[in-house]
């Protein structure tokens, strides 16, 4: 169980103040050409919103519903859904359109489930309710391809391929409430949400300077990064994966903050992050060994971190550094292997640093809860050239 060391309520907020005149502006974080999307609103302690339609919505009338009810939890899930009203519901999405829409789901899985109960399976407009991706075509049959267009065009839905349709589901973690879509693609590039996040997010508070500026690299939900939100005056979020990046713009959305917080896709790790501005920067990407493979499938891009899996992650080492100001603070997860050859990358990378001046804080290894003896055997098993390994928060500081 990990939560951070402070309540998020008991957290001050500060305006970012963009009227000001130029010279007592913050510095700028990123290049404007290279951030097309930008988040601000106000945070609250309440907790999060749910997307998919509950069951206290208000019917709508009689001949425009066939059923409804609320989705529920995947089964399982340590996270619990929360429940919504139309207003707050049309506050997030900022279409009354798309809030209709959802209404009307939620009366029609309730109607269907008066009248047959829980036998049968679900069809199609169902297993949407429920955020599993379905065929667009035989949504839109159905529900009509303007009310599916209101959700796409809002952000409650996403488009998958180019052929598949998922309403996203928000989840309440730790405060946060975290807009999550469980659908997943034919390549494997889901948006990925794993108890890593939430150990990041504490050592985010152990490790990570007090207050100024902080950058959430491969950001995936923005379950992070909307907690850096709550502690530092401007937060940048980036990933390569556009899903990810529509994912933790609604994230921050929902959430919302004084603190102007940017999601946007790029082509690279951190490209159009301006260096040396930024105090905490983390980062929690693919370390996964490429020879770790399921059945006959390529590694997907969300998890897989090179031949002994530090070569990606040693870019965003990089890169961190090149982004921290003097004083800053960096919080990378990295598998620490023991290959069979003697090689041993983490160590290397830390020799990298220290010539760079770079001071290695601490090394931290994961709790239990992220790696455990169901991922040490999957390691063991996929990639028998590593002897030994394990998940670690490498931290690193860049001198005053």
């Given at each position: 169980?990990?939560?951070?060391?402070?309540?998020?309520?008991?957290i001050?907020?500060r305006t970012?103040?963009?009227?000001?005149?130029?010279?007592?502006?913050p510095?700028?974080?990123?290049?404007?050409?290279?951030?097309?999307v930008?988040v601000t609103?106000?945070?609250?302690s309440?907790?999060?919103?749910?997307?998919?339609?509950?069951?206290?919505?208000?019917d709508?009338?009689?001949?425009?519903?066939?059923?409804?009810?609320?989705?529920?939890?995947?089964?399982?899930?340590?996270?619990?859904?929360?429940?919504?009203?139309?207003?707050?519901?049309?506050?997030?999405?900022?279409?009354?359109?798309?809030?209709?829409?959802?209404?009307w789901?939620?009366a029609?899985?309730r109607?269907?489930?008066?009248?047959?109960?829980?036998?049968?399976?679900p069809?199609?407009?169902?297993?949407?309710?429920?955020?599993?991706?379905?065929?667009?075509?035989?949504?839109?049959?159905?529900?009509?391809?303007?009310?599916?267009?209101?959700l796409?065009?809002?952000?409650?839905a996403v488009?998958?391929?180019?052929?598949a349709?998922?309403?996203?589901?928000?989840?309440?973690?730790?405060?946060?409430?975290?807009?999550?879509?469980?659908?997943?693609?034919?390549?494997?590039?889901?948006?990925?949400l794993?108890?890593e996040?939430?150990?990041?997010?504490?050592?985010?508070?152990?490790?990570?300077?007090?207050?100024?500026?902080?950058?959430?690299?491969?950001?995936?939900?923005?379950?992070?990064?909307?907690?850096?939100s709550?502690r530092?005056?401007?937060?940048?979020?980036?990933?390569?994966?556009?899903?990810?990046?529509?994912?933790?713009?609604?994230?921050?959305d929902?959430?919302?903050?004084?603190?102007?917080?940017?999601?946007?896709?790029?082509?690279?790790?951190?490209?159009?992050?301006?260096?040396?501005?930024?105090?905490?920067?983390?980062?929690?990407?693919?370390?996964v060994?490429?020879?770790?493979?399921?059945?006959?499938?390529?590694?997907?891009m969300?998890?897989?971190?090179?031949?002994?899996?530090?070569?990606?992650p040693?870019?965003?080492?990089?890169?961190?550094?090149?982004?921290?100001a003097?004083?800053?603070?960096?919080?990378?997860?990295v598998?620490?292997?023991?290959?069979?050859?003697?090689?041993?990358?983490?160590?290397?990378?830390?020799?990298?640093?220290r010539?760079?001046?770079?001071?290695?804080?601490?090394?931290?290894?994961?709790?239990?809860?992220?790696?455990?003896?169901?991922?040490?055997?999957r390691?063991?098993?996929?990639?028998?050239?590593?002897?030994?390994?394990?998940?670690?928060?490498?931290?690193?500081?860049?001198?005053?």
């Amino acid at each position: 169980m990990f939560t951070v060391p402070r309540p998020l309520a008991e957290i001050r907020y500060r305006t970012t103040r963009t009227h000001l005149a130029d010279a007592r502006r913050p510095p700028r974080l990123h290049e404007p050409a290279d951030v097309p999307v930008r988040v601000t609103g106000r945070c609250s302690s309440r907790p999060g919103r749910q997307m998919a339609p509950h069951p206290e919505l208000t019917d709508p009338p009689v001949d425009q519903a066939e059923e409804g009810a609320s989705p529920e939890p995947d089964p399982g899930s340590n996270a619990r859904r929360v429940s919504v009203t139309p207003v707050e519901l049309r506050r997030v999405l900022g279409s009354l359109e798309a809030v209709s829409v959802l209404r009307w789901l939620a009366a029609r899985r309730r109607r269907r489930r008066a009248t047959r109960g829980t036998d049968g399976e679900p069809d199609v407009v169902e297993r949407f309710t429920y955020s599993k991706p379905v065929d667009a075509d035989e949504l839109r049959a159905e529900i009509s391809d303007q009310r599916l267009r209101a959700l796409v065009d809002c952000g409650a839905a996403v488009v998958i391929d180019g052929w598949a349709v998922a309403l996203l589901s928000l989840l309440y973690l730790r405060g946060v409430a975290v807009a999550y879509p469980s659908a997943q693609r034919v390549d494997g590039n889901e948006v990925y949400l794993g108890t890593e996040g939430l150990w990041l997010m504490q050592l985010a508070y152990q490790y990570g300077a007090p207050t100024g500026t902080a950058a959430d690299l491969a950001t995936g939900t923005g379950l992070v990064a909307v907690a850096l939100s709550a502690r530092y005056d401007r937060v940048v979020a980036v990933d390569l994966l556009p899903e990810a990046v529509r994912t933790a713009r609604l994230t921050l959305d929902i959430n919302a903050s004084d603190i102007a917080s940017t999601a946007t896709a790029v082509m690279d790790v951190a490209a159009g992050l301006r260096d040396g501005v930024f105090d905490t920067v983390v980062a929690n990407p693919p370390w996964v060994p490429d020879a770790i493979e399921d059945g006959d499938e390529a590694p997907t891009m969300y998890a897989a971190g090179g031949p002994t899996g530090m070569e990606l992650p040693a870019r965003f080492i990089e890169e961190a550094g090149r982004l921290l100001a003097p004083g800053g603070t960096a919080i990378i997860l990295v598998l620490d292997g023991t290959w069979d050859d003697g090689r041993r990358p983490l160590d290397e990378q830390c020799d990298l640093l220290r010539d760079r001046g770079f001071e290695i804080v601490d090394v931290v290894p994961a709790p239990p809860s992220v790696w455990g003896e169901a991922e040490a055997e999957r390691l063991a098993e996929h990639a028998p050239n590593c002897t030994t390994g394990s998940v670690v928060a490498l931290v690193f500081r860049r001198p005053s």
